[in-house]
């Protein structure tokens, strides 16, 4: 996390336990999301019942670059929120899926204004399937024909310009989908 950890304690005494529980599940987030800038905790114990102990109420708040993430766990009758651990991981855990899902939303929205480069066939092995293109940057990108969008895998040949997205496959870069340059799939511009 970029700035220290808060925590604060209402209605009750602050516990180093306590503490080193939160300061475990706070760095844990950093798994989910490097870019964390700030996160307040809040663990208060404000009900109390006749027949049962403090239910613990916990609020995680984590300040990101395009917003906030508020996660919190009402105790209402929940017994297992008696225990001050139990309503930690609770929040906590929210937490955590509402940084997931930030975190996927945020690579989408990055992913979605990148440009799909551009290539030439370079080497293609029609009978096998499968040919390699260059990149503008110069690696040779590997693609299989059923990679090729439309059909057009029969109507490569070496030197066609072509555009691809490229992800890491188990030998290296791999194009995923690959349309031959005037031939764009439907709903894809160039």
């Known amino acids: 996390m970029r700035l220290p950890l808060q925590i604060t304690f209402r209605d009750m005494p602050s516990s180093e336990a306590v503490e080193a529980r939160i300061r475990e599940k706070a760095a844990k987030l950093d798994e989910f999301y490097d870019r964390i800038m700030s996160c307040r905790v809040v663990v208060e114990a404000p009900h109390r019942r006749h027949h049962q102990g403090k239910l613990y109420h916990v609020r995680v708040d984590l300040v990101v670059p395009d917003g906030e993430i508020i996660a919190s766990r009402e105790p209402h009758d929940r017994h297992s929120h008696e225990d001050v651990y139990v309503a930690i991981r609770d929040a906590f855990d ?43 940057d110069g690696r040779e990108i590997y693609f299989h024909q059923h990679s090729v969008l439309d059909g057009s895998f029969e109507k490569l040949k070496v ?32």
């Open 94 to 136: 929210a937490a955590r899926r509402q940084l997931e899902d930030y975190a996927r939303r945020h690579r989408t929205a990055v992913k979605t204004h990148q440009p799909q480069p551009r290539g030439r066939v370079v080497r293609l092995f029609p009978d096998q399937g499968y040919g390699f293109i260059e990149s503008g």
């Open 159 to 190: 030197a066609s310009e072509v555009r691809f997205t490229v992800e890491e496959g188990d030998q290296g870069p791999q194009a995923s989908t690959v349309w031959v340059v005037g031939h764009p799939p439907a709903g894809v511009r160039g």
